[in-house]
């Protein structure tokens, strides 16, 4: 049978308007960070991309007062009315530059542009679209009757989901009344300082919105500032639990977002073959750089044979390479960093003796990649089944009865999200209240929503970010 080869379709680099040289966000302008600059280079080929100014701690100084200020004298006190009619022009702005960011999201990250374009981009829209909604309504939102914002939010975010994560966090605190100061992930700032660009074209006052570039000495100088009033942290368990220990008893309000290592069940009565692209969506998606990534498969012994030839065959068809190419599914990793420690992680499953299966894709010979992989023969001792490899590497365990499956589920120190795959209402419904995770998806995986809260148990973390019960995070309440 003739296998037809797609050709290339690369979308065009001069869509970002890459510039050579980026600034900090301050106050309401681009201003000369006094850190060290850093270069952001593109993960699929190594070159750099641009030089982008950093912060320091007098740049984070500078960057809270501002916060401090404009929350003081304009945005806390901003009828939600008004505050509503600039998330809205945000969440508009956003769509009519979707395109430009999604191509500078690909170039910057890595993430094939068929997931930055259709699932990142739409995703941070809809999030200063859905809290625009909330501006106004905070009175009922099941807070009291005159919830009060908190003050000024400091935020540091990953580099998974550049653009995405700024949303979540940004979109939900300005709609509260708070002001904010951000710092994006060091291999990953340039959508963040395109959102300040959009933060001026909508008039946002200044000071509302502050980004700071840097490493993680300016996320630490900005959690420990000491005119934050919340800290609002998605990353790694490690960084994760030293900012709960710098925190404690400065009564600032802490939520985090942190790792994790979830169960994608598949039962015997599951249509196997949409539970196969379920299970692809679950850990290949972002090239498994997901903290809710579905990384171990636990799949019911009786039909454990037939799903793993059916994935097999699907993951041979997964294209990987080109982020800009639209074709493409799996794009690189993100850094040298994270691609050693997929293959080190990888080569501790070989050697603890669990059976390693790579997809047979050929693979670019310059940037960072991975080639999607399978480990079979899964042990639950081994680290490929308890350590966040965060890559698009799968575990594959089995089961034979529900019970079993959710103690195996829940054998994590993690708890983020999990996944059920049944034709039975019923087993979902008491698998969900066994399982000890955020979120749980039915005969799906990997849906994000504004309305739906997200967050974890356990060594993921705590609070929730979006729908009513994420307010509650920015909020005095
Ligand atoms: P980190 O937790 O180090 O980074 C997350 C953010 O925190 C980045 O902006 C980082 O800056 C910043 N940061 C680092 N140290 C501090 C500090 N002491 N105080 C305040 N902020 C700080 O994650 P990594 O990028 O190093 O990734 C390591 C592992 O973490 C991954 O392999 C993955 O397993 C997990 N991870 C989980 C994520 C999730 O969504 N749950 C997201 C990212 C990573 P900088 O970018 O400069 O390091």
């Known amino acids: ?11 065009s680099r001069d869509l970002a308007n890459l510039k050579p040289h980026y600034q900090p966000f301050i106050g309401g302008e681009f201003v000369d960070g006094h850190g060290e600059p850093l270069k952001t280079i593109n993960p699929a080929t190594g ?8 912060a320091d701690s007098s740049d984070v100084d500078k960057s809270v007062t501002a916060a401090g200020r404009a929350h003081l004298n304009v945005w806390g006190k901003m009828p939600g009315t008004e505050r509503a009619k600039y998330l809205f022009r945000i969440a508009r702005l956003i769509q009519e530059r979707s395109r430009e960011l999604a191509v500078l999201e690909s170039l910057d990250n ?9 699932s990142d981009l739409p995703i941070a829209a809809a999030h200063f679209f859905y809290h625009a909604g909330w501006a106004d309504k905070l009175e009922y939102a099941g807070f009291g009757q005159n919830p009060q914002p908190l003050g000024v939010a400091g935020q540091v975010i990953p580099w998974n989901f550049p653009l995405m994560m700024l949303a979540w966090k940004i ?17 990953t700032p340039l959508t963040a300082l395109v959102f300040g660009e ?9 000071g509302v919105v502050n980004i700071l570039p840097g490493a993680g000495d300016v996320g630490a100088e900005l959690v420990n500032h000491k005119g934050i009033n919340k800290v609002a942290f998605t990353g790694s368990t490690d960084v994760g639990k030293l900012i709960q220990r710098q925190l404690a008893g400065t009564g600032k309000k802490l939520t985090l977002e942190l790792g994790g290592k979830a169960a994608n069940i598949v039962f015997d009565d599951a249509a196997l073959d949409q539970a196969v692209e379920g299970i692809v969506n679950g850990i290949f998606f972002n090239q498994g750089h997901v903290c809710c ?5 636990l799949v019911q012994e009786s039909v454990a044979d037939e799903l793993i030839e059916k994935l097999h065959k699907r993951v041979s068809t997964l294209r990987i390479g080109d982020p800009l190419d639209k074709n493409t599914d799996v794009g690189a990793i993100n850094s040298a960093k994270q691609l050693a420690k997929i293959e080190g992680l990888s080569e501790a499953g070989e050697a603890e003796g669990a059976q390693r299966w790579t997809s047979p894709c050929p693979l670019p010979d310059k940037g960072f990649f991975f080639a999607p992989t399978v480990f079979t023969n899964v042990q ?13 590497v799968l575990s594959v365990l089995t089961f034979r009865t529900p019970e079993e499956a959710v103690s195996k589920a829940n054998n994590t120190p993690y708890g983020l999200s999990a996944g059920i795959w049944t034709e039975k209402g019923a087993k979902i419904l ?6 000890r995770a955020g979120v749980v998806w039915a005969n799906t995986f990997n849906r994000f929503d504004p309305t739906a809260p997200f967050g974890g148990y356990k060594e993921s973390g705590f609070g929730r970010e979006g729908g009513r019960t994420g307010l509650g995070a920015y909020l005095s309440v």
């Open 171 to 187: 979109a939900p605190a300005l709609a509260c009344g708070n002001t904010v100061v951000l710092k994006p992930a060091e291999t």
């Open 1 to 11: 049978m003739a296998i037809w080869e797609y050709a290339p379709a690369p979308e």
């Open 293 to 297: 990534a579905g990384s171990r498969l």
């Open 430 to 435: 008491w698998m969900t209240q066994q399982l």
């Open 47 to 54: 070159e750099i991309l641009a030089e982008v100014g950093t």
């Open 110 to 118: 890595g993430k094939p542009i068929k997931e930055s374009r259709d």
């Open 380 to 392: 639950q001792s081994m680290r490929i089944a308890r350590e966040e490899i965060f890559g698009p």
């Open 198 to 206: 959009i933060c001026q074209q909508a008039d946002l006052p200044a």
